[in-house]
């Protein structure tokens, strides 16, 4: 067994290296940039919802106020007429990702943490580099990438987003496994 203070140099090495690699990922590949599309008449829509003043927070639409007004024919009607849909609203305001960047990186380092309790209980000091490589690898793709199947299914997040991203926790995943089993102790 190993602690996860003995861990603490692949832990926070993986965490830097799976941050950068996200940036480029996310910065420089553009593989993302097709997850999401632009409102057709995208300024008429946002001048449309700017005088609602809708707060912050995530909505569906058309949305019954009880698993029994799912079957009121109004409702059903609305939702024949459409449209239908999810949407989160964000506070207005000029864009900054240091908050989110910062959040980010406290994400993955958790996922280390975890990955490191994994592998710490399952593994002893000196253990084969392929023996840390799998248990840290396989916790890691699990926290990255296994719970955006379900927004995939209850959110309709596109198949090609949901892949993409779930290719993206591979990576990361891959990444952490190889530097916990490069520094695992001996």
């Known amino acids: 067994m190993v602690h996860i203070p003995a861990l603490w140099i692949p832990l926070l090495l993986s965490s830097v290296l799976v ?12 593989y993302h940039r097709s997850d999401y599309k632009k409102l057709p008449s995208e300024d008429a829509v946002l001048e449309a919802l700017r005088k609602f003043n809708i707060p912050p927070g995530d909505y569906h639409f058309p949305r019954p106020d009880s698993m029994k007004a799912m079957k009121d024919p109004a409702f059903i009607e609305k939702c024949t007429k459409g449209p239908i849909g999810m949407m989160t609203v964000m506070k207005a305001g000029p864009p900054s990702m240091g908050r989110e960047l910062f959040q980010w990186f406290v994400y ?29 690898g396989t916790t890691a793709f699990a926290c990255y ?27 990361y995943a891959c990444l952490t496994a190889g530097v916990f089993g490069w520094l695992w102790p001996d």
């Open 19 to 30: 941050f950068i690699v996200s940036a480029i990922i996310h910065m420089v590949l553009g």
């Open 108 to 136: 993955i380092v958790v996922v280390g943490i975890f990955a490191a309790y994994v592998a710490g209980r399952a593994l002893a000091p000196g253990a084969p580099y392929l023996a840390v490589f799998r248990f840290v």
């Open 145 to 171: 990438s296994m719970g955006l199947i379900q927004n995939h299914i209850w959110y309709k997040r596109s198949r090609s987003a949901t892949l993409k991203s779930m290719f993206d926790g591979l990576v």
